[in-house]
């Protein structure tokens, strides 16, 4: 008789909970969609949303009212076999729940522009300028070989743009892109190439990288009124001194070099001359201040220089030692206006603790030369 009476208990309560089960099977289809992880629920999009899951999944078993421990054995095995790729799934999200990873792989450049001879094993050239290991958060590091190069330097002159581009195992990107100058002259050049620097263009000219033959800007108005105040704020401080140059056009430049080479000698002209289209006096933000000797260096008003110049957007082009990066001897009066911004953070660069204080534009903006 208690048999009887304990098997009616059992189908009593198996009934009730089934309608109670089916209330519980909508409600938690309602929670998959509340958390967008209908489509895919085995990927959790946090923790949260695992604890929300697993309250919910307690909250099945939780029947207080039982009496009798066998029927709500029972009824509890009953629960697990009706939602059992329910629980299937909430184990899934318990156990291999992961952050999504956003963050991209990193990865450094030696130069970002760069003068190059010729286009023989440009791959590896590509390459080699790669600084160190590509690195990755999750992936670890990342070998060279994963990384791709886009675009294409053909065999005649111009300025060629490369994307570095690596990508993680997360679909992460990380780029670079890297500038080629090949074989540039100032007669196939047909702009100016500028460099940006905080949201700012500046004009690139040096021993390798020419302007335009036809170039001829005049002086630059902005750089021209910050000269002057730069000037008064010198006269002010009781030190005297003179403009000797500013803007010259090509053929002023010409004449310059056909008359030093004729005087000095070809080798000679070439590290204290620019050639024609070469010069950074064709640009119109640059000007010779003082005396044109190395003796200049030795004056207040050099000194001033130094400890100002940057104030008004003004640098120091050509610093002592460095002649193998720039091409040309010391110019301690050969000064180019950057903007305050560029010019301050390279003056902070040259008289940092252990800064390097004949630091040039070239190695502040990434720019390199390959014989």
């Known amino acids: 008789m208690k048999k009887i009476w304990l098997c009616l208990l059992i189908i009593l309560f198996i009934s009730v909970d089934f309608a109670a089960c089916s209330n519980n099977h909508e409600n938690l289809q309602g929670r998959l969609k509340?958390?967008?992880?209908?489509?895919?629920?085995?990927?959790?999009?946090?923790?949260?949303?695992?604890?929300?899951?697993?309250?919910?999944?307690?909250?099945?078993?939780?029947?207080q009212s039982y009496s009798i421990q066998e029927p709500k054995n029972l009824i509890r095995k009953f629960i697990d076999a009706l939602y059992s790729q329910e629980y299937y799934l909430l184990n899934e999200l318990k156990y291999n729940t992961v952050e999504a990873d956003?963050?991209?792989?990193?990865?450094?450049?030696?130069?970002?522009?760069?003068?190059?001879?010729?286009?023989?094993?440009?791959?590896?050239?590509?390459?080699?300028n790669v600084k160190g290991k590509i690195i990755d958060n999750c992936d670890g590091e990342?070998?060279?070989?994963?990384?791709?190069f886009i675009g294409k330097i053909k065999n005649k002159p111009g300025v060629y743009k490369i994307k570095y581009v690596v990508e993680d195992s997360s679909g992460n990107q990380a780029e670079e892109t890297v500038y080629y100058f090949y074989k540039l002259t100032p007669k196939n050049m047909k702009k100016p190439f500028y460099f940006v620097y905080n949201g700012e263009?500046?004009?690139?000219?040096?021993?390798?990288?020419?302007a335009p033959k036809k170039f001829k800007p005049g002086?630059?108005?902005?750089?021209?009124?910050?000269?002057?105040?730069?000037?008064?704020?010198?006269?002010?401080?009781?030190v005297g001194v003179k403009v000797k140059s500013g803007f010259r056009s090509y053929s002023t430049q010409a004449k310059m070099w056909k008359r030093s080479v004729k005087r000095y000698g070809k080798t000679k002209t070439a590290r204290v001359l620019a050639k024609p289209g070469y010069s950074e006096h064709q640009t119109g933000f640059t000007y010779d201040i003082g005396l044109v000797s190395t003796s200049f260096a030795k004056t207040e008003a050099y000194t001033w220089l130094q400890e100002h110049a940057h104030e008004y957007g003004f640098i120091l082009?050509?610093?002592?030692?460095?002649?193998?990066?720039?091409?040309?001897?010391?110019?301690?009066?050969?000064?180019?206006?950057?903007?305050?911004?560029?010019?301050?953070?390279?003056?902070?660069?040259?008289?940092?603790e252990g800064g390097n204080p004949d630091l040039t534009?070239?190695?502040?903006?990434g720019y390199t030369r390959l014989n």
């Open 34 to 63: 509340e958390l967008g992880l209908v489509t895919d629920p085995i990927i959790a999009s946090s923790t949260e949303a695992v604890s929300n899951y697993q309250e919910l999944r307690v909250g099945l078993f939780k029947k």
């Open 102 to 128: 956003t963050t991209v792989p990193v990865f450094y450049v030696y130069y970002k522009y760069i003068t190059i001879s010729n286009i023989k094993n440009i791959n590896q050239c590509f390459r080699d």
């Open 142 to 148: 990342i070998p060279i070989e994963k990384m791709q």
């Open 201 to 210: 263009k500046h004009i690139l000219a040096n021993k390798w990288v020419p």
């Open 219 to 238: 002086a630059n108005k902005t750089a021209r009124k910050k000269l002057n105040e730069m000037l008064a704020a010198m006269k002010k401080a009781g």
């Open 317 to 352: 082009r050509y610093p002592k030692s460095a002649e193998a990066i720039t091409g040309y001897s010391y110019e301690p009066w050969h000064y180019r206006y950057l903007g305050v911004d560029l010019a301050t953070a390279i003056y902070n660069e040259r008289h940092k």
């Open 361 to 365: 534009l070239e190695e502040f903006i």
